[in-house]
């Protein structure tokens, strides 16, 4: 049988249902009268059926007072407030189902029995929420681990685990992974045989052996050596190892809780934990919370602390004033639950035999700006330590950081550039980027060439836009020749236009006919025989009907390499693009 729950008989239908129900779950149950005396020990929970008939000094009184046990209350919707000097844990309507308030009491029983058995005081919902998981996971074998900060009482919540499972009989045994060699470790964990190493004259078990049918507690898992990480990833998938030195495999059944105040996800990213390993023993997580996140829990655990401290040492404490409470309130608390434990213990200790008050409270706790704490490194990583001796993880991680970050731009460069390049011509073919002339659709009906040339940019200045031509506009000589004369290109042998001059000229087919050379007695001179097409030059490109922009961006890129002599940095930097994707482009089109 549980624990006995006491029901008051103010309405009595109420008191019924809820007795049955209690019952059949296998609590003792008893119903006490509005005006019963209690006695010590009687209960673990009070349930009144009509918290609005209860009087001062009633039931609700003696359980707090005297008991020391929560209450719950049945009231009418709305009228919580007229219940709040009663102290109520939980408060239902009265037509609530009696299963859901035999579950919430179930839950608040196990809690406060874990608490009983661990020690682990706090009210907050923060620590409420991680007592409540451990109730939840205790039943089951599934691994566990336990993450938060150093003094958080990793160690009690797993010994809470061990206590509420089906083998709280059976042995918990808790090792420091962090305290011990790798050598060391491994003959610790898994045990040796006789003559396995130097000193090993017998066979010895090892703690996974010892923890048959019971517990095992890894602290520190984070700095778990990567050998023994391997073997003890066998442990939990096999349930076997080998010890040292030996040859035949031994099976073992113990529930493996790991704890660390580390983030193992940054350590595996970093390389120093095991990704299948991580996952194996993140089967079910807990959580706890650091003591600046439950500040309204510190009152309670001054009062346990001052009194383990106060008996087991034999000193009267004369307690503390509500200045220096609220002193203690506000800290931080860096090193959490146990350094307030210490703190406490050293008033106690050092106790002057009055009150303590806020001048009794250390000066880094007054005023924790005045001396602050230095982050201090996290023990291990013997391996990778510099020169100087000091310890280097945390320049590791952001490098590996950086270059994860440098990976992941590449990617984004990349498909920005193939977007780029389905929708629009790449940026080093446009005219301000790289000095090149602008292509200029034929006049309607005129009989020019189609070319607009303004005169080269100097290297480094924007090039002048080309006028646009109209329509209106008639084809005139200019009475004088300009600064810079502009030659016709049907008149002009084809060797003596550069090729900047011939990017963007139409096809022989599509250019008016020039008019027939005449000789000094008027006479049509020979025409001369047809010039072969010269290939693209460095400097420029010929555009004919049919180019795909592929075949433009292959001639731009041979273009700009032959203009700074092979160049590949600098090729680059003409085009405008990045020095990779050039690269890349190089390999697409054969040009290496």
Do not use: C
Request: aromatic residues 4%; without cysteine; negative net charge.
């Amino acid at each position: 049988m549980k624990d006995t729950v006491l029901i008051s008989t103010h309405h009595l239908p109420t008191a019924g249902a809820l007795r049955g129900a209690f019952k059949s779950s296998g609590y003792r149950v008893e119903l006490v009268t509005p005006r019963e005396e209690l006695d010590p020990g009687t209960g673990v929970l009070l349930v009144l059926t009509d918290a609005l008939a209860e009087t001062a000094g009633g039931l609700a009184a003696q359980a707090r007072d005297r008991l020391h046990i929560p209450v719950f209350g049945m009231a009418t919707p709305g009228r919580e407030r007229e219940l709040g000097a009663l102290g109520l844990a939980e408060t239902f309507a009265p037509s609530v189902d009696p299963d859901e308030v035999l579950l919430i009491a179930h839950t608040l029983l196990e809690r406060r029995r874990l608490q009983r058995l661990t020690g682990i005081v706090g009210e907050t919902d923060a620590i409420r929420e991680a007592l409540e998981r451990v109730v939840q996971i205790a039943p089951v074998d599934s691994t566990v681990l336990i993450t938060g900060e150093s003094g958080t009482g990793k160690e009690l919540f797993a010994r809470g685990v061990h206590g509420l499972s089906p083998r709280r009989h059976k042995a918990f045994i808790a090792v420091n992974v962090a305290a011990l060699s790798p050598t060391v470790l491994e003959s610790e964990l898994f045990g040796h045989e006789k003559g396995a190493f130097t000193g090993a004259i017998d066979s010895r078990r090892g703690l996974f052996e010892l923890a048959h049918r019971g517990t095992i507690f890894l602290d520190e898992i984070g700095e778990i050596p990567p050998a023994i990480q391997t073997k003890l990833l066998r442990v939990l998938e096999q349930k076997e190892f080998l010890r040292v030195g030996g040859e035949a495999p031994i099976r073992v059944d113990a529930r493996v809780i790991a704890a660390t105040n580390q983030d193992l996800r940054h350590e595996v990213a970093a390389g120093r934990f095991r990704r299948d390993l991580y996952y194996r023993i993140n089967v079910l997580h807990i959580e706890l919370p650091p003591l600046r996140r439950r500040q309204a829990d510190v009152p309670r655990l001054v009062e346990a602390f001052v009194a383990e401290v106060s008996a087991r040492n034999d000193r009267r404490f004369a307690g503390i004033s509500a200045d220096a409470m609220r002193i203690l309130r506000e800290y931080a608390w860096p090193g959490n639950v146990r350094e307030l434990r210490n703190l406490v213990e050293s008033m106690v200790v050092l106790s002057p035999g009055r009150e303590i008050g806020p001048a009794d409270i250390p000066e880094q706790v007054r005023s924790p700006g005045s001396s602050p704490l230095l982050p201090v490194p996290s023990p291990g990583h013997e391996a990778e330590r510099g020169e100087a001796g000091q310890l280097r993880p945390q320049l590791e991680f952001v490098f590996r950081t950086l270059v994860e970050l440098r990976v992941d731009m590449d990617d984004l460069r990349r498909q920005f550039e193939a977007y780029r390049q389905e929708h629009r011509y790449d940026e080093a073919l446009l005219p301000e980027e790289t000095g090149r002339v602008e292509i200029v659709s034929p006049r309607a009906g005129g009989t020019g060439t189609g070319l607009e040339q303004p005169a080269p940019a100097a290297r480094g200045q924007p090039a002048e836009p080309p006028p646009v031509p109209s329509p209106d506009d008639a084809p005139r000589q200019p009475a004088e020749p300009p600064p810079v004369p502009s030659p016709d290109p049907a008149a002009v042998p084809r060797e003596a236009v550069s090729p900047q001059s011939r990017v963007g000229a139409p096809a022989a087919e599509e250019r008016p006919a020039a008019p027939p050379a005449t000789a000094e007695d008027g006479s049509e001179a020979a025409e001369p025989p047809p010039q072969p097409e010269p290939p693209a030059q460095p400097g420029g490109i010929l555009l004919q009907p049919g180019m795909t922009l592929e075949d433009i961006e292959r001639e731009a890129i041979l273009a700009a390499l032959a203009e700074v002599d092979g160049s590949r940095r600098h090729a680059a930097r003409l085009l405008g693009i990045a020095e990779r994707t050039l690269y890349r482009k190089i390999r697409r089109y054969g040009l290496e």
